[in-house]
């Protein structure tokens, strides 16, 4: 029984974790095909901050989310070694929505709404 009671936190604790983090979108791989459907979405998100050895991402980062009329979301992260981003996209119309602070470790510490003009 103790057994048991210690795997359902370790479960809820994972679970706790992966809700607060931020998502962000994957980028498109060189390996990924274009079918013709897809639109893609690109540029260079860069953010200068110390490097942390323990963290899962690295470092600190932020990011932004742009939300489609399909009610699709979208979360690009700013790299700092590698921030040149391509991510593949439902075509659409989409505007920002809101600006992501996460720790190195991907947990979100902080969402802003972006203004809307």
């Not at 390996?31 to 490097?51: H, M, N, Q, S, W």
């Amino acid at each position: 029984m103790h057994n048991n009671s210690i795997q359902a936190s370790l479960v809820v604790l994972a679970g706790l974790v992966l809700a607060s983090c931020a998502g962000y979108t994957t980028r498109v791989s060189t390996d990924d095909a274009p079918t013709g459907k897809e639109a893609y979405l690109y540029g260079r998100f860069y953010i200068d901050v110390p490097k942390v050895s323990l963290g899962l991402g690295g470092h600190q980062s932020m990011g932004f989310s742009i939300k489609c009329q399909d009610d699709l979301t979208y979360v690009i992260r700013f790299y700092q070694d590698d921030p040149l981003h391509v991510i593949k996209v439902v075509p659409s119309t989409c505007s920002l929505t809101e600006f992501v602070y996460t720790d190195a470790d991907g947990v979100v510490k902080s969402r802003k709404p972006a203004r809307k003009a």
